[in-house]
Protein backbone atom coordinates (compact mmCIF):
# COMPACT_ATOMS: atom_id res chain seq x y z
CA UNK A 1 0.00 0.00 0.00
CA UNK A 2 3.01 2.28 0.84
CA UNK A 3 4.23 1.65 -2.71
CA UNK A 4 1.39 2.46 -4.40
CA UNK A 5 0.89 5.28 -2.73
CA UNK A 6 4.51 6.46 -3.47
CA UNK A 7 4.40 5.71 -7.41
CA UNK A 8 1.07 7.78 -7.74
CA UNK A 9 2.87 10.66 -6.36
CA UNK A 10 5.77 10.05 -8.60
CA UNK A 11 3.47 10.10 -11.13
CA UNK A 12 1.76 13.45 -10.26
CA UNK A 13 -1.14 12.13 -8.38
CA UNK A 14 -2.27 14.51 -5.74
CA UNK A 15 -4.78 13.36 -2.25
CA UNK A 16 -3.48 9.60 -2.99
CA UNK A 17 -4.12 9.04 0.49
CA UNK A 18 -7.36 8.18 0.43
CA UNK A 19 -7.74 4.47 0.03
CA UNK A 20 -10.46 2.52 -1.84
CA UNK A 21 -10.73 -1.08 -1.04
CA UNK A 22 -10.50 -3.46 -3.53
CA UNK A 23 -13.82 -5.61 -3.85
CA UNK A 24 -14.68 -3.17 -0.92
CA UNK A 25 -15.67 -5.61 1.39
CA UNK A 26 -14.40 -8.64 3.95
CA UNK A 27 -15.75 -11.56 5.42
CA UNK A 28 -16.55 -10.93 9.17
CA UNK A 29 -15.81 -14.66 10.10
CA UNK A 30 -11.91 -14.17 9.32
CA UNK A 31 -11.54 -10.04 11.01
CA UNK A 32 -10.16 -9.41 7.62
CA UNK A 33 -11.74 -5.95 8.27
CA UNK A 34 -9.60 -5.17 11.51
CA UNK A 35 -7.04 -5.85 9.65
CA UNK A 36 -7.15 -4.28 7.11
CA UNK A 37 -7.91 -1.32 8.21
CA UNK A 38 -5.57 -1.14 10.61
CA UNK A 39 -3.29 -1.32 7.65
CA UNK A 40 -4.75 1.99 5.87
CA UNK A 41 -4.48 3.76 9.40
CA UNK A 42 -0.63 3.60 8.42
CA UNK A 43 -0.36 5.60 5.46
CA UNK A 44 -3.98 7.43 4.95
CA UNK A 45 -6.71 10.08 6.31
CA UNK A 46 -9.32 7.47 5.46
CA UNK A 47 -11.00 4.70 3.45
CA UNK A 48 -13.54 3.69 1.66
CA UNK A 49 -15.68 0.31 1.12
CA UNK A 50 -17.56 -0.88 -1.05
CA UNK A 51 -21.19 0.40 -1.94
CA UNK A 52 -23.09 -0.11 1.29
CA UNK A 53 -26.23 1.87 -0.08
CA UNK A 54 -25.55 4.84 3.15
CA UNK A 55 -24.35 7.83 3.67
CA UNK A 56 -21.95 9.22 6.09
CA UNK A 57 -22.48 10.86 8.93
CA UNK A 58 -19.93 11.95 11.32
CA UNK A 59 -18.67 10.29 14.21
CA UNK A 60 -20.72 7.59 13.50
CA UNK A 61 -18.71 6.36 10.17
CA UNK A 62 -16.05 4.60 10.68
CA UNK A 63 -12.98 6.96 9.17
CA UNK A 64 -11.57 3.87 7.71
CA UNK A 65 -14.77 2.15 6.34
CA UNK A 66 -16.63 5.14 4.81
CA UNK A 67 -19.88 4.11 2.97
CA UNK A 68 -20.50 5.01 -0.41
CA UNK A 69 -23.50 4.20 -3.19
CA UNK A 70 -24.05 2.50 -6.17
CA UNK A 71 -25.08 4.75 -8.93
CA UNK A 72 -26.24 2.00 -11.25
CA UNK A 73 -28.80 1.49 -14.33
CA UNK A 74 -30.01 -1.72 -12.45
CA UNK A 75 -31.21 0.68 -9.60
CA UNK A 76 -34.88 2.09 -9.54
CA UNK A 77 -33.71 5.70 -10.31
CA UNK A 78 -36.67 6.85 -8.00
CA UNK A 79 -35.79 4.92 -5.41
CA UNK A 80 -32.37 6.18 -5.55
CA UNK A 81 -33.78 10.15 -5.76
CA UNK A 82 -35.91 9.11 -2.21
CA UNK A 83 -32.32 7.93 -0.88
CA UNK A 84 -30.64 11.43 -1.87
CA UNK A 85 -33.34 12.92 -0.53
CA UNK A 86 -32.80 11.32 2.65
CA UNK A 87 -29.51 11.85 2.83
CA UNK A 88 -29.73 15.61 2.13
CA UNK A 89 -32.24 16.35 4.75
CA UNK A 90 -30.10 14.30 7.67
CA UNK A 91 -27.20 16.45 6.04
CA UNK A 92 -25.07 13.23 5.59
CA UNK A 93 -22.33 13.28 2.80
CA UNK A 94 -22.65 10.60 -0.26
CA UNK A 95 -19.91 9.16 -1.80
CA UNK A 96 -20.86 7.91 -5.22
CA UNK A 97 -19.54 4.82 -6.62
CA UNK A 98 -19.92 3.87 -10.04
CA UNK A 99 -18.62 1.26 -12.07
CA UNK A 100 -18.43 3.27 -16.03
CA UNK A 101 -16.26 0.62 -17.63
CA UNK A 102 -19.28 -1.77 -16.79
CA UNK A 103 -21.75 -1.34 -19.68
CA UNK A 104 -24.14 -4.16 -17.61
CA UNK A 105 -24.60 -1.44 -14.79
CA UNK A 106 -23.14 2.16 -16.04
CA UNK A 107 -25.51 4.36 -17.91
CA UNK A 108 -24.12 8.18 -18.89
CA UNK A 109 -28.14 9.05 -19.08
CA UNK A 110 -28.98 7.08 -15.64
CA UNK A 111 -25.82 9.02 -14.19
CA UNK A 112 -26.66 12.35 -16.14
CA UNK A 113 -30.16 12.09 -14.45
CA UNK A 114 -28.69 11.43 -10.97
CA UNK A 115 -26.34 14.69 -11.13
CA UNK A 116 -28.63 16.89 -12.51
CA UNK A 117 -31.19 15.93 -9.71
CA UNK A 118 -28.97 16.47 -6.76
CA UNK A 119 -28.02 20.00 -8.62
CA UNK A 120 -31.94 20.98 -8.63
CA UNK A 121 -31.07 20.48 -4.72
CA UNK A 122 -28.19 23.18 -4.72
CA UNK A 123 -26.22 19.80 -3.53
CA UNK A 124 -22.71 20.88 -3.92
CA UNK A 125 -20.51 18.32 -5.54
CA UNK A 126 -16.86 17.95 -4.34
CA UNK A 127 -13.54 15.71 -4.75
CA UNK A 128 -13.35 12.97 -1.97
CA UNK A 129 -10.19 15.53 -0.51
CA UNK A 130 -12.32 18.96 -1.00
CA UNK A 131 -15.36 17.11 1.13
CA UNK A 132 -12.59 15.70 3.80
CA UNK A 133 -11.71 19.64 4.36
CA UNK A 134 -15.27 19.99 5.10
CA UNK A 135 -16.29 16.95 7.34
CA UNK A 136 -12.94 14.97 7.88
CA UNK A 137 -12.08 16.94 10.88
CA UNK A 138 -15.29 15.61 12.15
CA UNK A 139 -13.78 11.65 12.25
CA UNK A 140 -11.25 10.53 14.59
Avoid at 75 to 99: M, P, Q, R, S, Y
Avoid at 106 to 120: A, G, M, N, Q, R
Avoid at 124 to 136: Q, V
Wanted: aromatic share 12%; net charge positive; with cysteine.
Amino acid sequence: MEDAQYRLRREGFKDCDFLIYPYGAFPEERNIKKQITELAVKGHRAAVNSSTGKANYPPRTERYYLNRILISKNKNIDELKKVIDKEIALKGWIIFLTHSNNANEFSVDYTEEIVKYILSKNVEFMTLAEAWKHKGVLYK
